[in-house]
């Protein structure tokens, strides 16, 4: 992502990129449009959701980290690994309003970012 791209419109252009190769997204949490972090759940029918979490690497371009195993703690039954992303998501929502929080349904757990995925 560009720095000077509001995030919105960032977020607008990732779920357009989900929704032209057949997945679900949508907006679960509104942050600051124009300084808010961004949180990406990934979920699909009896899988284990991904979580990918907006971050920088050392030249300042952005990345995002999958915290998934972190999260989940190496939970294997599917309801238990939902419930525990989104007590995370929850968790994060309450230390920081202006985050944004993104879910794509998509039977292959597809991300659809151009960015990197560490």
Not at 1 to 9: A, G, H, L, V
Not at 45 to 70: A, Y
């Amino acid at each position: 992502m560009m720095r000077n791209i509001k995030i919105r419109f960032w977020i607008d252009a990732l779920l357009a990129r989900a929704h032209a190769a057949g997945a679900s997204g949508y907006i679960v949490h509104k942050g600051d449009e124009d300084a808010g972090s961004i949180i990406i759940k990934i979920i699909s029918f009896r899988e284990i959701p991904r979580i990918l979490i907006q971050s920088r690497n050392m030249d300042g371009d952005l990345i995002f980290v999958d915290i998934s195993q972190t999260v989940l703690k190496g939970e294997i039954d599917c309801r238990m690994a939902e419930q525990l992303t989104d007590e995370y998501i929850e968790k994060r929502i309450k230390q920081d309003r202006d985050v944004w929080v993104v879910e794509i349904d998509d039977k292959q757990l597809r991300h659809f970012l151009t960015e990197t995925v560490e």
